[in-house]
Antibody, heavy 124, light 107 residues
């Protein structure tokens, strides 16, 4: 079945970087973009960025520009999210989510498949 | 950036009640709006896209409507399993902003 499987929980110190992986299965990886969404404890959903698995084009929210790097490895159908210069406010569950529409669409289509989430804790 | 404002932020209703959640956009979005359900401790789930199209497998008691700047999610008969937080999202262009969420509880 279509699924996204994320890497395990991470604990990082302030100033460090974290890299979360998201392995896709059950569909053609290069046809659908991958988004990254985070959720701080007790808070709402926050979109971070999107990467085209077709041509590696990326778009990200302004607040993450400069410290968010999104990449893909099409040979393993895996997307990666690297967030640098971590602070305590980055403590959150990080999700990858598939765009519902293919790369041929002019919109991002909403997110129809989600990973299970990766807890990232930033603490001294 | 376009802001997405949901109301109410929380509500309590009885089983069988009709529940309506509103999402207002600061600029017109045509129908490029999705709705998600997030049950406690679970992963978000897509309910509706294109403002009113039900995602496959979603119960028909859920419906969406609206265009432009005002959108609604309606649960026609609230069930115990509908206890969750619901989010709207704009998705035509970036940033793909979510609303602040509406927490639905059973009275």
């Amino acid at each position: 079945q279509v699924q996204l499987m994320q890497s395990g929980a991470e604990v990082k110190k302030p100033g460090a970087s974290v890299k979360v992986s998201c392995k896709a299965s059950g569909y053609t990886f290069r046809s659908y973009g991958i988004n990254w969404v985070r959720q701080a404890p007790g808070q709402g959903l926050e979109w971070m960025g999107w990467i085209s698995t077709y041509n590696n084009n990326t778009k990200s929210a302004a607040k993450f520009q400069g410290r968010l790097t999104m990449t893909t490895d099409t040979s393993t159908s895996t997307a990666y999210m690297d967030l640098g210069s971590l602070i305590s406010d980055d403590t959150a569950v990080y999700y990858c989510a598939r765009s519902r529409v293919t790369f041929l669409s002019s919109s991002f289509g909403g997110f129809d498949v989600w990973g299970q989430g990766t807890m990232v804790t930033v603490s001294t | 950036d376009i802001q997405m404002t949901q109301s109410p932020s929380s509500l309590s209703a009885s089983v069988g009640d009709r529940v309506t959640i509103t999402c207002r956009a600061s600029q017109g979005l045509s129908t490029y709006v999705a709705w998600y359900q997030q049950r406690p401790g679970k992963v978000p789930k897509l309910l509706i896209y294109s403002a009113s199209t039900l995602q496959s497998g979603v119960p028909s008691r859920f419906s969406g409507s609206g265009s432009g700047t005002e959108f609604t999610l309606t649960i026609s008969s609230l069930q115990p399993e509908d206890v969750a937080t619901y989010y709207c999202q704009k998705y035509f262009d970036v940033p793909l902003t979510f609303g602040g969420g509406t927490k639905v509880e059973i009275k």
